[in-house]
């Protein structure tokens, strides 16, 4: 059982920025990632960083805003997102599991079998 835990989060003014820290207690998968759900929409991915090859996909809605890494020593990964909308609110999960790099996006969120309680963003105008 892979304990996660994330923190971070709270409000932020639009045109700010965001930091999220997920904490992992073990690496016994290749992945771990960042999912939100906005307002209105299903859980999505942000990106994924794949722990063996220390490389990292993005989904196009976020690229050139959002910046995943992971600090191995301490199985703790980050997200920073920047020129936050208002739409980006949410909450903001982190995951472990394994995923293949040939998987595209809309199919993440069950190759993860391990959840972190979820953290609310809220980008306000």
């Not at 892979?2 to 045109?15: I, K, R, T």
């Not at 992971?70 to 703790?76: A, F, I, L, V």
């Not at 995923?99 to 979820?118: M, Q, T, V």
Request: with cysteine; net charge neutral; hydrophobic share 35%.
């Amino acid at each position: 059982q892979v304990h996660l835990e994330v923190s971070g989060g709270g409000s932020v003014q639009a045109g700010g920025s965001l930091r999220l820290s997920c904490q992992s207690s073990e690496d016994t998968y290749n992945s771990m990632a960042w999912f939100r759900r906005v307002q209105g929409e299903r859980r999505q991915g942000i990106g994924v960083f794949n722990i063996f090859e220390g490389t990292v996909r993005y989904v196009d809605s976020v690229k050139g805003r959002a910046t995943i890494s992971r600090d191995n020593k301490e199985r703790m990964l980050y997200l920073e997102m920047s020129a936050l909308k208002p739409e980006d609110s949410g909450m903001y999960y982190c995951a472990v599991g394994n995923l293949g790099s040939d998987i595209p996006p809309e199919f993440w969120e069950a190759r993860f079998p391990y959840w972190a309680k979820g953290t609310q963003v809220t980008v306000s105008s």
